[in-house]
């Protein structure tokens, strides 16, 4: 957002960092936040998302949906010509947390290991656990009633019509939007509904539960 801070070194090592990997969709920084004038945040510690940079689409993608809560990712650089083959499902409802698994269905997301990239504190808070009350109280992490307003439902089917839209296999697709039923009734208790691909007694095999 335009009121966010980059270090002067952002663009030139995130663009270093697709260089070096052909095959990768985004890629991103560490991040931490600042006051609304700029300043660090007393005791604030980065913000750290899981590695993300599997070439295996279904290990990526448990591990973004499961954890992905603050979207500072979406301030990455993408690669255009790849962002144009993301099967992207256009959300209606909380639409960054959307996109993200949407790319990481077409290729691994980057991590650069430095803090590059700072929130800043916006809409009048002052402190770290102001911001965090209101990403709460909005639906933007996970929280018991999130589901009340019905905008977890919404992208629950947006991240399912972005996998139907995907080049994967039948049975890769049955995975994934498994995946995503299972994480979004966990995190958010988003009913469990029968869906296309799976049924209950499909269950994720051994190396995938593991990661969730």
Not at 44 to 67: A, G, H, K, N
Not at 131 to 142: F, K, R, S, T, W
Request: hydrophobic share 40%; aromatic share 8%; proline share 7%.
């Amino acid at each position: 957002g335009a009121h966010d801070l980059f270090e002067p070194e952002y663009v030139e090592k995130l663009v270093a960092a697709l260089e070096g990997d052909k095959t990768a969709i985004l890629a991103f920084s560490d991040s931490g936040l600042v006051g609304k004038d700029g300043e660090p945040i007393p005791g604030d510690t980065p913000f750290i998302y899981p590695d993300l940079s599997s070439q295996d689409v279904l290990e990526r993608y448990v591990r973004i949906i499961w954890t992905l809560s603050r979207c500072v990712l979406i301030h990455g650089i993408m690669r255009r010509e790849w962002v144009d083959l993301a099967p992207m499902e256009r959300a209606k409802e909380l639409p960054d947390v959307a996109l993200l698994p949407a790319l990481a269905l077409v290729g691994p997301i980057l991590r650069v290991p430095e803090v590059l990239f700072f929130m800043r504190l916006a809409r009048g808070f002052e402190t770290r656990e102001e911001n965090e009350a209101h990403l709460l109280d909005h639906g933007y992490v996970e929280k018991v009633g999130n589901y009340r307003d019905g905008r977890c439902l919404v992208l629950r089917n947006s991240l399912c019509a972005s996998i139907h839209e995907s080049v994967y296999t039948s049975r890769e697709k049955r995975r994934l939007v498994e995946i995503t039923h299972l994480c979004l009734a966990k995190r958010f208790r988003v009913p469990w509904e029968p869906f296309e691909f799976a049924t209950i007694r499909e269950r994720l095999p051994p190396p995938l539960g593991s990661l969730v």
